[in-house]
Nanobody, 119 residues
Framework: QVQLVESGGGLVQPGGSLRLSCAAS????????MAWYRQAPGKEREMVAR???????NYIDSVKGRFTISRDGAKNTVYLQIDNLKPEDTAVFYC?????????????WGQGTQVTVSS
């Protein structure tokens, strides 16, 4: 059984920074793409950053230059460094990973971590 566990959210002032982490555990043979999504109150969940197994990254326009996604293959962990936080970044952030744990690749989600940007 595979689990994704996020950490690192919290309350931060505008202009501040946070580093989110998401660790995958369980029976894992291979991890393909890993990504971070966010869901703001009253809005649909959206992908903000994705990183492939080879390290290629892509971001939505609104976070380019402020968000940096990275991963540690040895730790099965994906990170999201968030700088220059804005009130509109307030959301629950979820990590997502495509993981092969036997049989086929499956889509897994973390439970979410709250990021609140407010003065």
């Amino acid at each position: 059984q595979v689990q994704l566990v996020e950490s690192g959210g919290g309350l931060v002032q505008p202009g501040g920074s946070l580093r989110l982490s998401c660790a995958a555990s369980g029976t894992i043979f291979s991890i393909d793409d890993m990504a971070w999504y966010r869901q703001a109150p009253g809005k649909e969940r959206e992908m903000v950053a994705r990183i492939t197994s080879s390290g290629s990254t892509n971001y939505i326009d609104s976070v380019k230059g402020r968000f940096t996604i990275s991963r540690d293959g040895a730790k099965n962990t994906v990170y999201l460094q968030i700088d220059n936080l804005k009130p509109e970044d307030t959301a629950v952030f979820y990590c997502n990973a495509i993981i092969y744990s036997g049989g086929m690749y499956r889509d897994y989600w973390g439970q979410g971590t709250q990021v609140t940007v407010s003065s």
